[in-house]
């Protein structure tokens, strides 16, 4: 269950990326779009390592 959460969300931070990576063609660092992205990106990233994290202390 833990290494499912951890793949989805690592598929989850690579759409993230592709989709800020697509918004700052058009749209400067400081649009709220790309900013609300990035966000809810580094969420996910967190959450990933707090996975990883758990894992390890296994």
């Known amino acids: 269950m833990i290494l499912r959460e951890a793949l989805d969300l690592s ?7 592709m989709d800020m990576y697509e918004l700052t063609k058009d749209k400067s660092f400081s649009d709220p779009d790309v900013i609300k992205i990035s966000q ?17 202390s296994f």
Do not use: H, M, P, V
């Open 40 to 56: 809810q990106l580094e969420f996910k990233i967190q959450n990933i390592k707090n996975i990883l994290k758990d894992i390890r």
């Open 11 to 17: 598929k989850s931070i690579a759409n993230y990326r």
